[in-house]
């Protein structure tokens, strides 16, 4: 191993070992800052919504939007981990990423319309709508000649995707991230479209 150079699948002991690079320290700061601080304030967001008592105000329409939203996040997100960062993958980050955007302001401006956003709500979706465009474009900086290709419409030779020898990170880090996502995220926000569904048809008056 060259000095300095650190595969990111290395022991922590040899991270520890070794003089990080500028792309080790980026990928540390992908795996381990940003990702835990988007699903976390996620979770938070959870619980501003129930204590607003979304059910009985926005409801399953907006419940739906933050479902819409993990996906349009989650999708690039569990890519990057398992494929190769190629043209395609970038296109269908790009895509999530804009229709995630368009969908995040639909969901405010119902939000704003039916019931109220606190400030500290304000503030988790200042963190919420920011970090997927920090994580978009360390990617890029990281994959820097596949995204020239992207943008420059060179795909003819990477419209495919393309499995990693093994995820990226050790297998300790998906195991870890994926049981946070499950617990802080996906259950939370699975109770809440429940929950939501669940109150709107209880309220809705039967066909004659």
Known sequence: MQCGVVSPNAPLEDLAMTEPTVDTLTLGLIQFVLLPMWVICGSLDYVCH???????????????????????????????IFFEINVLVLLVSFV???THEWTAHKDMVLADETREVTIWEQHLHSYLATIPFYLLTLIACRNWDQF??????????????????????????VWWYATLMLVVAVIPYTEELIRCWRFRKRCTPPKT
């Open 50 to 80: 129930r204590l607003t008592k979304i059910e009985k105000t926005s409801g399953f329409r907006e419940s739906l939007h933050h479902a819409v939203m993990g996906f349009q996040v989650g999708i690039p997100l569990w890519m990057g």
């Open 96 to 98: 999530c990423f804009v």
């Open 148 to 173: 020239i290709r992207t943008i420059t419409f060179q795909w003819s030779e990477d419209l495919q995707f393309t499995w990693r020898p093994e995820p990226l990170g050790t297998a300790t880090y």
